[in-house]
């Protein structure tokens, strides 16, 4: 490996990654993305123990959202747990699914904990794709504290993976998975990830 050349680790695209594409049917800038299960801890809007994110579609293959610390939510003594925090970059990282028209999970992410976050703050969450190769996506995502243009608390580098519906229903537990089958909402929802042909 020669000096000056950083070393390739999963989460550096290879050189003949290509630049990810926004969907010409993906949601307008500012457009509230919605959840893309009503029972998700990040974003599922019925979940009485989640995260209750909300993200919007920016420009390109971006997104923004917004997560409020709640006490529940407490690692040390009112400051934010760092898994909850990965846990609401994580989300917002996969929210970028409804840019591309894909449908990914998490491969590998790598989160820096910059600075401590306290309960009660919002969270200004951005994610951004910045590479495809295959059925890997390369992303990255950000949460400021203090307003959108405020410090950096947290950030991660993160590497998903595309798969199909089939990934769910076969991994998924039976009584879920048929629940969300006979839930035309649902359906729908799964579909707007997919490609069109
Ligand atoms: C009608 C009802 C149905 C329901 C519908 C629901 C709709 C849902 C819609 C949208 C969901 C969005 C959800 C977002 C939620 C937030 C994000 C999460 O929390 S996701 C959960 C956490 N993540 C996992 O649970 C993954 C667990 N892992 C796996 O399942 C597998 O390992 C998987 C799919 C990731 C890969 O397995 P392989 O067998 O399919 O593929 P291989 O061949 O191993 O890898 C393909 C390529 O990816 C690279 N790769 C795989 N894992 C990697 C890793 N960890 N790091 C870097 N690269 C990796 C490999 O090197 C390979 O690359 P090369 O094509 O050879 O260049």
Redesign the pocket.
Known sequence: MSADRPART?LTPPDDAVTPVRHPDAPAPGEVLGS??DQ?F?CGEKQPHGLHLEARAGEGVTVTAEFTVKPAHQGAPGLAHGGVLTTAL??T??SL?WLMHV??????LEADFVRPVPVDTVLHLDARATAR????IYCTATGRIGGADGPVAVRADA?F?E?K?E???D??REAE?QA??ADPD??R??RA?EVNP
């Open positions: 999963s893309h299960y998700c990040g994580d989300e990282l996969g699914n449908i990914s999970v998490t491969g590998r190769h295959g059925r890997k590497v993976i798969v519906v990934h769910f229903v991994h998924g998975i969300a089958m649902q359906v929802r799964a990830f």
